[in-house]
């Protein structure tokens, strides 16, 4: 299990967002996930997605990397946001767009169109 949360460390470390989720962000294979990666492309953000479905290892990982017990989990700038609740809690708010916004990560301002 170490090697799964050396891995998922290196993936957070390395990008400035990222999302553990269920599927691909063309093709979630769950709701949540889907959620989160409509989220994120609303606000275009470029972000690296690892698909947990491909690795029981990572998928039992990062349940202990953020010791969150559920998938999708997203990351900006090495630091765990939530689930898709908080994500989306975040977003309706303008909490996450300010975020990512003082993280540096270019997104795309829908108040500014």
Avoid: H
Avoid at 48 to 60: M, Y
Wanted: with cysteine.
């Amino acid at each position: 299990m170490s090697n799964a949360i050396d891995r998922i460390k290196r993936d957070v470390d390395a990008n400035d967002v990222v999302l553990f989720m269920k599927g691909t962000p063309n093709f979630p294979q769950c709701g949540f996930s889907g959620q989160v990666v409509k989220i994120l492309d609303f606000l275009e953000a470029p972000y690296k997605s690892v698909n947990v479905l491909e690795d029981p290892e990572i998928r039992e990982g990062v349940k202990q990397y953020a010791n969150w017990p559920t998938v999708p989990q997203l990351y900006i700038k090495g630091e765990f946001v939530g689930g898709c609740d908080i994500v989306r809690e975040m977003f309706q708010s303008g909490e996450l767009l300010g975020l990512l916004k003082s993280a540096g990560v270019p997104v795309k301002d829908p108040q500014q169109g």
